[in-house]
Nanobody
């Protein structure tokens, strides 16, 4: 499985950025794609995830009112739309993924409880005035 991130860069507070994660090489029926981020001196934290089986999503509480995630199945791409960016959003953002069969997890398992085996190289987001 390969994950390629794009769309990072610099933004001013209040602006928006959209990150993309394009996946290839899945071998199972379903997948989950997540975004984590890590700021200097801080632990990696989960930001969002989405399940291909039902398009259910999870957004971390700290960014729930500003970030959304959605996918374009035809492009095998998952997006993280980040609005009203704040300096605290400055971090390296990582796309992660897990593909799985129909019996690997309970159908209603939230995507933030999956184990992610595949990761992209990371992409920098810097929010500064």
């Amino acid at each position: 499985v390969q994950l390629v991130e794009s769309g990072g860069g610099m933004a001013h507070p209040g602006e928006s950025l959209r990150l993309s994660c394009t996946a290839s090489g899945f071998t199972h029926d379903y997948y989950v794609i997540t975004w984590f981020r890590q700021a200097p001196g801080r632990d990696k934290e989960g930001v969002s995830c989405i399940k291909s089986s039902d398009d259910s999503t999870y957004i971390a509480r700290d960014v729930k009112d500003r970030f959304t995630t959605f996918r374009d199945n035809a492009k095998n791409t998952v997006y993280l739309e980040m609005n009203n960016l704040k300096p605290d959003d400055t971090a390296t953002y990582y796309c992660g993924a897990e593909d799985y069969g129909p019996t690997s997890y309970p159908p209603d398992q939230s995507c933030n409880y999956f184990k992610f085996d595949y990761w992209g190289q990371g992409i920098q987001v810097t929010v500064s005035a």
